[in-house]
């Protein structure tokens, strides 16, 4: 019989109805203690009138079948009934159809006294040491029952059972053998039963008990109550619960050795939720994983995710056991879906969490922030303390912060380390300077630019008569200009041909003035080391220090270093040296 998924997730998921009585019959109450822990899905259907005919099963949905209904269907000999597992067991069975294979070979020869004698040697391998052999109807299947002493989880003893049939060769198919409990598949959506058998020896059935020789003993439920107690106490449970821990992890590693990353996460998260709870203090753990599995893999999201959530945790095992939180499990579904929300998404969407930063981190970021500052204005203003005991105190006050927090930030403010913070950042710029003083590097070319500049700076008889401003064809993207009126009239000058100085200075630090191409705003495209080149050129006519350098930068761009600067920003940096060096030495 196959799995019977029950889309209706509203009735309570428990293996023992303990308010229900149980029949006054000593054989109803064995009956019942034996197979009516679980009285959802039943399967009930009619006597076929030819015996050979197989049943037309039906389900009973909707309600549960109560132990003293039960019994009486059991008892009407023109009404058939089957029962299905909850999570818990106190028996399995082992089903042989009549047109197995393990029932006769190719010449036709019954070797089913044989298949049985093999799968009872079978199953003494995992402690099961007696079982008890039926015939189900009038067609001639087989079931061999196992009972227990105690129950046992359903689905380990369903795995269990498999992988030691599967060890001994036996092929486990349905028509030919099949175990019950079956391993089930986990439903998502909706909850998948275990497959449903029929009671052994109702009236009418053709059920009976068999001998070793396949022979009919008794169709006695008495005597069927009596031999099942012996069995049962004879069973090596030690041995099978090692078998059942054995069965589950093979279980697991099975499903990891062909799945992917993705794959295996998934069945990971429904193995967990299919086992449910199993003890007390389980609730958040147990919720948390649903709710992953329904923004990853349901895609489930607001409301319906909640709704996902308390759809699913009330109807898996345990839950009215060990739940502690079930008059509040909606509240505790929304705080978990929320909780999941940021932290997943569904499969195949790209992420939708947004890197927050810690707040230490904005705290600490923030406090770096306010003594760099700090400590470059002093710097810049000449007023940096000698001592280590001096800046310390400076800089409490200046920067609003705690030694601690200066002493977490020493390469800002500390002589030692500021220094080797300073010789590092300008590293790319003095690379190439020599020994001696860098304003000498070339003495012959500065001279002749100095001296051709201030000729035609000074010429302030060639200014007034053109009117215009001209410029070192060397030193300025400009060339001298063509026309004299070209320059003189305001209304025709173009953005190619830049704009009319109106202050005695040169350049002007106001208008985008570009030197040979890389002003403020140009958009040049310089390979890095050559740009690196004239920056370290720059700088040896200016004749810096590193310390000086470092204030120079950190006044123009906001208090940040080279080593902070973006490459844009670094060719606007050659047109501030550049400009510095021509004011400061024609100015």
């Not at 062909?258 to 295996?264: A, H, I, N, P, Y």
């Not at 967990?272 to 948390?288: H, S």
């Not at 909606?330 to 569904?346: G, V």
Request: charged share 20%; glycine share 8%.
């Amino acid at each position: 019989m196959l799995n019977q998924p029950n889309p209706k997730k509203s009735r309570p998921k428990s293996d023992f109805l303990t308010s229900d009585p149980l029949p006054g019959h000593p054989d109803g109450k064995g009956l019942c203690e034996i197979f009516g822990h679980y009285p959802w899905q039943a399967i009930t259907a009619d006597l076929p009138e030819n015996a050979a005919a197989a049943p037309l099963w039906r389900t009973l949905t909707g309600y549960p079948l109560r132990p003293r209904v039960l019994w009486s269907l059991w008892q009407d000999a023109n009404t058939l009934i089957g029962v299905r597992f909850g999570q818990t067991t106190r028996y399995a069975l082992i089903d042989l159809d009549a047109g197995s294979p393990y029932r006769s070979n190719n010449g036709g020869k019954d070797q089913s006294a044989e298949s049985i004698a093999t799968l009872r040697a079978a199953l003494e391998t995992i402690g099961i040491a007696r079982t008890l052999l039926i015939r189900s109807s009038w067609n001639g299947g087989l079931h061999l029952y196992v009972p227990l002493p105690e129950a046992v989880n359903t689905f380990n003893l369903a795995v269990a059972l498999e992988g030691c049939l599967k060890a001994q060769g036996f092929e486990i198919k349905p028509g030919q053998l099949e175990i019950f409990p079956n391993p089930k598949t986990y439903g998502v959506t909706i909850f998948v039963e275990y497959n449903a058998h029929r009671l052994p020896l109702q009236p009418g059935s053709g059920s009976c008990v068999l001998d070793d020789a396949l022979q009919p003993v008794t169709d006695s439920l008495s005597h069927f109550l009596w031999i099942w107690e012996q069995a049962a106490e004879a069973q090596d449970m030690e041995m099978l619960h090692r078998a059942l821990s054995v069965g589950r992890n093979n279980r697991r590693r099975r499903a990891r050795r062909t799945l992917s990353l993705t794959q295996t996460w998934r069945a990971d998260l429904e193995i967990e939720i299919a086992e449910g709870w199993t003890d007390y203090g389980q609730t958040n753990r147990l919720l948390k994983t649903i709710a992953c599995y329904g923004v990853v893999f349901e895609r489930h999201q607001g409301t319906a995710l909640i709704d996902y959530i308390c759809r699913i945790a009330p109807h898996l095992p345990g839950y009215r056991q060990y739940c502690r939180h079930q008059g509040e499990i909606r509240r505790r579904a929304i705080a978990w879906a929320r909780a999941a929300e940021k932290y997943y998404w569904p499969m195949g969407s790209p992420t939708s969490t947004e890197s927050t930063p810690n707040q230490n981190e904005v705290r600490s970021q923030d406090a770096r922030c306010r003594i760099q500052r700090a400590a470059q204005q002093l710097l810049t203003l000449g007023q940096m303390p000698t001592t280590v005991r001096a800046r310390v105190q400076v800089l409490i006050t200046m920067a609003q912060t705690s030694a601690q927090t200066l002493y977490k930030h020493l390469g800002l403010w500390h002589p030692d380390h500021l220094s080797a913070s300073i010789a590092e950042d300008s590293k790319p710029f003095l690379a190439q300077q020599p020994e001696q003083s860098p304003v000498t590097a070339d003495p012959e070319r500065d001279q002749k630019d100095a001296a051709s500049f201030k000729a035609g700076f000074n010429d302030r008889s060639n200014l007034e008569k053109t009117g215009a401003l001209q410029t070192l064809e060397r030193l300025m993207k400009g060339e001298s200009s063509a026309g004299h009126d070209a320059g003189s009239n305001l209304n025709l000058i173009s953005p190619e041909r830049g704009v009319r100085g109106e202050t005695l200075s040169f350049p002007q630090p106001d208008q985008a003035i570009e030197m040979e191409g890389l002003g403020p705003t140009s958009g040049s495209q310089i390979p890095l080391s050559e740009l690196f080149d004239k920056l370290a050129d720059q700088v040896k006519r200016l004749g810096w220090t590193a310390e000086q350098i470092m204030h120079f930068i950190a006044a123009r761009f906001e208090g940040r270093r080279r080593s902070q600067l973006q490459d844009e920003e670094l060719i606007t940096l050659l047109y501030y040296l550049r400009q510095a060096y021509w004011q400061g030495a024609y100015s």
